[in-house]
Structure formats: C-alpha cells, structure tokens
C-alpha cells in the first residue's frame, strides 16, 4: 500500500503570500491530521479533519485553514504569510475508527515551506 | 491538557550498548502513548503505541516500551543499540477524553539518539 504522500516537498514563498499543501492518505483512511514542525516550537497540531468535518483545531491563528474532499485527499491554506510560517508542514492519515482515540496516524514526508 | 516531556536533548550511546530514551507524560484520564521516529529530511515513522493491557509494549526494529502509571513515564528502550538507529525520537500523548476521540497527538520536544561504534 502506498503511504501517506504530500505535494510540494518543497516550497519557497514570500511574505504576504498565500500558500495550499496538498495531502494524500493512506488509501481507506478517512481521518487527516496536519502538524507544523519547526526547531523552536517542535511538532505542533494544527487540524484534523474525518469525513470532511473538522474534528480538532490546534492553537493556530485564523490565517490557517484546512479542508478535506470526499475522497480524503486534504489541503491546508496559509494565507498572509509570515516569517515564522516557515516551516516542515506533515500531513498524517489513519483509518478514522470513530471515538476511539487508539489509532496510529502515519505520516508523510512533510512539505518545507521557506518564507522569505 | 495533555503533555509530554523528554528531559533528554540528545542521548549518546556505545553500538551493541543498550538504550533508553526517557518520557513522561501528563494527562488527566488514561494516555495513549505513542513512540515515533524521524530521520533527517523524512517524515515520522510509527514505532510502537500503549493503549491498554501489557505494560512491556514491543514495536519495530527490535524497540520496547514500558508504561508506568506511578511514575508517569513511557521510555523507550532497546536491548541492543545500531549506528543506524541513530535518529530524532518523539514520544506523544493523546488524551482520548481531551480529543473527543480524535487523533490529536501532543508530542514531546525530541531526542536526538547517536550511536557510535
């Protein structure tokens, strides 16, 4: 099975911009979770979508936003964007089991976003 | 809230030595405890999880864990260290009453494990 994929790998911006991530689950999975990694902050949740619904927003201001399709795939917006946006943005997927809490997410290999 | 602290930066350690990377945790019910691996420029890679039963949790790439209520911990260990086992570690909490059942995983800060030969 094909992991979790992500489109750009790479990307390079300016201040101001708006940017769109682009996520691929694993194939079956329903629920999609995006992280924003960066050396002062760590791995930060920023949303999780699951049949299109947003299920948990993190601590992050309104210029992030997010949107699932029906077929899973997602893509996260960063609109405005700042120095500090730049980043290592991961997606992660797992199966979307209803209110149980005890899945693995699996992730993919990020998109680095450089905000200049 | 949920948290997870790893008090170690970087752990050093012999190849063929045994390793221990060090987390605990902090939630208010009962945690899921997730242990993830990252190599540089890659995503993270699952290792192993505690969700119920057995204390001693075994995982991939020959890596354990034990859950402790009392003490509050979750470390990760392995009987034998590789060269290639060095890596960036993150331990991760998720509270399942916190997160409505979601997937929200708060995760710890890293551990950068070297081994040498």
């Known amino acids: 099975k094909a992991g979790v994929t992500q489109t750009p790998r790479y990307l390079i911006k300016t201040r101001g911009q708006q940017v769109t991530l682009s996520c691929s689950p694993i194939?079956?999975?329903?629920?999609v979770s995006w992280y924003q990694q960066t050396p002062g902050q760590g791995l930060q949740f920023l949303f999780e979508?699951?049949?299109?619904?947003?299920?948990n927003k993190g601590n992050f201001p309104g210029r992030f936003s997010g949107r699932q399709f029906s077929n899973s795939r997602s893509e996260m917006n960063v609109s405005t964007l700042e120095l500090g946006d730049s980043a290592l943005y991961l997606c992660a997927s797992s199966l979307g089991l209803p209110g149980t809490g005890r899945e693995t997410q699996y992730f993919g290999p990020g998109t680095r976003l450089l905000v200049l | 809230a949920q948290s997870v602290a790893q008090p170690e930066d970087q752990v050093n350690v012999a190849e063929g030595n045994p390793l221990t990377v060090k987390c605990t945790y902090s939630?208010?019910?009962?945690?899921?405890l997730f242990w993830y691996v990252q190599y540089p420029n890659r995503g993270l890679q699952f290792l192993l999880k505690?969700?119920?039963?057995?204390?001693l949790v075994k995982g991939s790439y020959g890596f354990e864990a034990e859950f402790n209520k009392s003490q509050t911990s979750f470390h990760l260990k392995k009987p034998s260290a590789l060269v290639s086992d060095s890596a960036l570690y993150f331990c991760a909490v998720r509270d399942p009453i916190l997160t409505g059942g979601g997937n929200k995983l708060t995760f710890g800060t890293g551990t950068q494990l070297k081994v040498e030969l």
């Open positions: 939630v208010s019910g009962n945690p899921y």
């Open positions: 979508y699951f049949s299109e619904t947003q299920r």
């Open positions: 194939s079956g999975h329903r629920s």
């Open positions: 505690y969700i119920t039963g057995d204390n």
